[in-house]
Nanobody, 125 residues
Framework: QVQLVESGGALVQAKGSLRLSCAAS????????MGWFRQAPGKEREFVAA????????AYADSVKGRFTISRESAKNTVYLEMNSLKPEDTAVYYC??????????????????WGQGTQVTVSS
Protein backbone atom coordinates (compact mmCIF):
# COMPACT_ATOMS: atom_id res chain seq x y z
CA GLN A 1 0.00 0.00 0.00
CA VAL A 2 1.25 3.46 -0.87
CA GLN A 3 1.60 6.03 1.89
CA LEU A 4 0.43 9.47 0.87
CA VAL A 5 1.09 12.79 2.57
CA GLU A 6 -0.77 15.93 1.59
CA SER A 7 0.42 19.46 2.21
CA GLY A 8 -0.36 22.99 1.16
CA GLY A 9 -3.69 23.55 2.82
CA ALA A 10 -4.23 27.01 4.28
CA LEU A 11 -6.64 29.83 4.96
CA VAL A 12 -7.09 31.95 1.86
CA GLN A 13 -9.42 34.70 0.75
CA ALA A 14 -12.00 34.18 -1.95
CA LYS A 15 -10.60 34.50 -5.48
CA GLY A 16 -7.21 33.48 -4.15
CA SER A 17 -5.07 30.50 -5.12
CA LEU A 18 -3.45 27.51 -3.45
CA ARG A 19 -1.41 24.54 -4.58
CA LEU A 20 -1.82 21.26 -2.77
CA SER A 21 0.84 18.57 -2.96
CA CYS A 22 0.58 14.84 -2.41
CA ALA A 23 3.85 12.99 -1.90
CA ALA A 24 3.92 9.20 -2.19
CA SER A 25 6.23 7.15 0.00
CA UNK A 26 7.23 4.80 -2.77
CA UNK A 27 7.27 4.92 -6.47
CA UNK A 28 3.70 4.70 -7.55
CA UNK A 29 4.48 2.39 -10.42
CA UNK A 30 1.65 0.15 -9.24
CA UNK A 31 -0.84 3.00 -9.14
CA UNK A 32 -2.88 3.53 -12.26
CA UNK A 33 -4.25 6.86 -11.15
CA MET A 34 -4.19 9.48 -8.43
CA GLY A 35 -7.12 11.50 -7.27
CA TRP A 36 -8.13 14.38 -5.07
CA PHE A 37 -11.30 14.31 -3.02
CA ARG A 38 -12.70 16.72 -0.47
CA GLN A 39 -15.06 16.63 2.43
CA ALA A 40 -16.77 19.66 3.92
CA PRO A 41 -18.30 19.61 7.40
CA GLY A 42 -21.59 17.75 7.41
CA LYS A 43 -21.19 16.63 3.81
CA GLU A 44 -20.09 13.46 2.09
CA ARG A 45 -16.69 13.12 0.55
CA GLU A 46 -16.75 14.20 -3.08
CA PHE A 47 -14.56 13.77 -6.10
CA VAL A 48 -12.47 16.76 -7.17
CA ALA A 49 -9.98 15.61 -9.81
CA ALA A 50 -8.03 12.59 -11.03
CA UNK A 51 -5.03 11.92 -13.22
CA UNK A 52 -3.66 8.72 -14.69
CA UNK A 53 0.03 8.20 -14.06
CA UNK A 54 0.52 8.19 -17.79
CA UNK A 55 -0.37 11.85 -17.48
CA UNK A 56 -2.49 11.73 -20.57
CA UNK A 57 -5.91 11.58 -18.98
CA UNK A 58 -7.37 13.93 -16.39
CA ALA A 59 -10.87 14.40 -15.03
CA TYR A 60 -12.56 17.07 -12.95
CA ALA A 61 -15.74 17.60 -11.05
CA ASP A 62 -17.98 20.14 -12.73
CA SER A 63 -17.75 22.40 -9.70
CA VAL A 64 -13.99 22.89 -10.15
CA LYS A 65 -13.59 22.58 -13.89
CA GLY A 66 -11.73 25.56 -15.28
CA ARG A 67 -10.46 26.60 -11.85
CA PHE A 68 -8.47 23.58 -10.63
CA THR A 69 -5.67 21.74 -12.37
CA ILE A 70 -4.28 18.34 -11.41
CA SER A 71 -0.77 17.39 -12.44
CA ARG A 72 1.94 14.93 -11.48
CA GLU A 73 5.71 14.94 -11.25
CA SER A 74 6.82 11.36 -11.64
CA ALA A 75 10.44 11.99 -10.64
CA LYS A 76 9.22 13.20 -7.24
CA ASN A 77 6.31 10.76 -6.90
CA THR A 78 4.15 13.80 -6.31
CA VAL A 79 0.74 14.89 -7.48
CA TYR A 80 -0.41 18.51 -7.33
CA LEU A 81 -3.73 20.27 -7.27
CA GLU A 82 -3.51 23.87 -8.40
CA MET A 83 -6.58 25.74 -7.19
CA ASN A 84 -7.45 29.17 -8.58
CA SER A 85 -10.41 31.50 -8.17
CA LEU A 86 -11.22 29.83 -4.88
CA LYS A 87 -14.71 30.18 -3.47
CA PRO A 88 -15.99 29.79 0.10
CA GLU A 89 -17.75 26.61 -1.02
CA ASP A 90 -14.34 25.08 -1.76
CA THR A 91 -13.71 24.98 1.98
CA ALA A 92 -13.07 21.37 2.97
CA VAL A 93 -10.48 18.83 3.99
CA TYR A 94 -8.76 17.71 0.81
CA TYR A 95 -7.58 14.12 0.48
CA CYS A 96 -5.18 12.55 -1.95
CA UNK A 97 -5.73 8.94 -3.02
CA UNK A 98 -4.08 6.28 -5.17
CA UNK A 99 -5.82 3.63 -7.26
CA UNK A 100 -4.00 0.38 -8.02
CA UNK A 101 -6.42 -0.95 -10.60
CA UNK A 102 -7.23 0.14 -14.09
CA UNK A 103 -10.65 1.69 -14.52
CA UNK A 104 -12.15 3.80 -17.21
CA UNK A 105 -13.29 6.36 -14.66
CA UNK A 106 -11.81 7.37 -11.32
CA UNK A 107 -14.47 9.60 -9.82
CA UNK A 108 -15.71 7.04 -7.28
CA UNK A 109 -13.83 6.85 -4.00
CA UNK A 110 -14.21 3.07 -3.71
CA UNK A 111 -11.79 2.68 -6.62
CA UNK A 112 -8.92 4.02 -4.53
CA UNK A 113 -6.78 1.83 -2.27
CA UNK A 114 -4.60 4.31 -0.41
CA TRP A 115 -5.51 7.61 1.20
CA GLY A 116 -3.65 10.47 2.77
CA GLN A 117 -4.53 12.08 6.08
CA GLY A 118 -5.99 15.20 4.49
CA THR A 119 -5.14 18.87 4.46
CA GLN A 120 -7.51 21.68 5.42
CA VAL A 121 -8.42 24.36 2.91
CA THR A 122 -10.46 27.27 4.20
CA VAL A 123 -11.68 30.00 1.89
CA SER A 124 -12.97 33.16 3.53
CA SER A 125 -15.47 35.44 1.85
Amino acid sequence: QVQLVESGGALVQAKGSLRLSCAASVRTVSAYAMGWFRQAPGKEREFVAAIKWSGVSTAYADSVKGRFTISRESAKNTVYLEMNSLKPEDTAVYYCAAASRNYRDYSADWKYDSWGQGTQVTVSS
